[in-house]
Antibody, heavy 120, light 110 residues
Framework: EVQLVESGGGLVQPGRSLRLSCAAS????????MHWVRQAPGKGLEWVSG????????GYADSVKGRFTISRDNAKNSVYLQLNNLRAEDTAFYYC?????????????WGQGTLVTVSS | QSALTQPASVSGSPGQSITISCTGT?????????VSWYQQHPGEAPKLMIY???KRPSGVSNRLSGSKSGNTASLTISGLQAEDEADYYC??????????FGGGTKLTVL
């Protein structure tokens, strides 16, 4: 059974940094792309970033480009999202999702999310 | 990366059919068959319901179907059931390793 477990969320002040982690199990992690999708409380889904299975290809939403960095460690079956220079509008649940690729496909498994709250 | 356009809400009675539209542009929905649909119940993570425009993952009811014409994708749910009441989101590949979701549609089963 595919399991994705996010961690690292919390309350952080504007301008500060946070690192989210997503631990994967139940599938061959190194064969799939991974993505981060966020959802502000009571709002819709927003794709944030994706990384190919070999880390050779990454993508970012315009809203986070230059501030967020996605990475993965296939030996640890984990994907990460480094969030820098956080803003109030970054407050959201952050989900990691598994996908066949970065340039095509779909998000076929999701974690339960970790909440990031940016506030002074 | 402008969000795809979905109706804010749709409703139908049990047994009826409903269709949710998802309108993009020639740069996203119109250019790629990587269009997918997700169902989200309150307090839960999204769940993949349709991928590659019209394919259903294993375990998803055949009452759901997807289609695309030009820049608009559609999700149809036939034989509405109470359990179908949820939020639905479309998603499309946009190119350059980026993706965009629709604003979401709240489905109410009357």
């Amino acid at each position: 059974e595919v399991q994705l477990v996010e961690s690292g969320g919390g309350l952080v002040q504007p301008g500060r940094s946070l690192r989210l982690s997503c631990a994967a199990s139940g599938f061959t992690f190194g064969e799939y792309a991974m993505h981060w999708v966020r959802q502000a409380p009571g709002k819709g889904l927003e794709w944030v970033s994706g990384i190919s299975w070999k880390s050779s290809n990454t993508g970012y939403a315009d809203s986070v480009k230059g501030r967020f960095t996605i990475s993965r460690d296939n030996a640890k079956n984990s994907v990460y999202l480094q969030l820098n220079n956080l803003r109030a509008e970054d407050t959201a649940f952050y989900y990691c999702a598994k996908a066949p690729g970065v340039t095509a496909g779909y998000f076929d498994s999701w974690g339960q999310g970790t909440l990031v709250t940016v506030s002074s | 990366q402008s969000a795809l356009t979905q109706p804010a809400s749709v409703s139908g009675s049990p047994g009826q059919s409903i269709t949710i539209s998802c309108t993009g542009t020639s740069s996203d929905v119109g250019s790629y068959n990587s269009v997918s649909w997700y169902q989200q119940h309150p307090g839960e993570a999204p769940k993949l319901m349709i991928y590659d425009v019209n394919k259903r993952p294993s375990g998803v009811s055949n009452r759901l179907s997807g289609s695309k014409s030009g820049n608009t994708a559609s999700l149809t749910i036939s034989g509405l059931q109470a359990e179908d009441e949820a939020d639905y989101y479309c998603c499309s590949y946009v190119g350059s390793s980026t993706w965009v979701f629709g604003g979401g549609t709240k489905l109410t089963v009357l």
